[in-house]
């Protein structure tokens, strides 16, 4: 049986190394901070001191990191992965990053005769608990064949996109639709209530036509019950609004509404709601409307 290593145990990171650990596989486990370590270590995975050490002991080693910088020194820095590395070895990263570093990765592996492959998710907390994650790939397809097992108990949907990069093209097109429906929901809920209509008739009246979306199955029922919490936080949706339009400008790509969307989470932040979900996006709507939904 394949051994599995994960660095990085997040919020989405610790669910998906579970579902791995659950599914019988050997996992090694690595954590900038330690609870998240000892609860797995607790469940049956084993704790190693570096990224280097985990690379040195597994078949397939994932990452899950915050932001392109993160992922190159987990990778290629000191006591990074490049360190321990051995052939045979599969790299892949579950990080949402630039698709620059991605390829840069990719390059850099390679000449170490290591495969990489670039394999953002989406579905947040809930898909990663559920291991029903859409999983987008880019990189080699004999190494992706290798570790399908794998990613099968993560997720239910797994796409080859392409070659090194295009998995986080993919997600990066994700983020743009998903910024979309967050900001275009907050403003039909705003504009419902400020209009003297009830937001949840409106929302029962719409979703089962042309409007429907996985934002409205499940994001409205939380706001309505005034729960704003992540699910997949606000000041990680802004990186990744950042990484696509810094992506547009590389190949010049006008994105005008998604500049308008970056903007309302940028003033998510300044407003302190940064670490609330990214459907919160609803509160900077409602401040500029003067009304709240559950007013």
Known sequence: MLKVGYIGLGLMGKSIARNILKAGYPVIVHNRSRAAVDE???EGAIAASSPAVVAAQVDIIFTNLPDSPDVEKVVLGERGIIEGAHDGLIVIDNSTIKPATAR???????????????APVSGGDIGARNATLTIMVGGDASALEK????????????????????GQVAKAANQIMVAAQMVAMGELLVFAKKAGVDPRKVVDAIKAGAAQCWALDIKTPRLFDGNREPGFKSYMQLKDMNIVLETAK??????????????????????????????????????????????
């Open 147 to 166: 570790v399908m097992p794998v990613l099968q108990v993560m997720g239910k949907t797994i796409t080859h996109v392409g070659d090194a990069g295009a």
């Open 250 to 295: 590389e190949y010049n790509v006008p994105i005008s509404a998604t500049e308008e969307n970056t903007k309302l989470y940028q003033q998510m932040i300044e407003m302190g709601m940064g670490e609330l979900d990214n459907s919160a996006v609803l509160g900077v709507i409602e401040k500029l409307a003067g009304i709240g939904i559950l007013d």
């Open 40 to 42: 797995l270590v607790a």
């Open 104 to 118: 840069l990765i990719a390059e850099k592996l390679a000449m170490k005769g290591i495969y990489s492959l670039d």
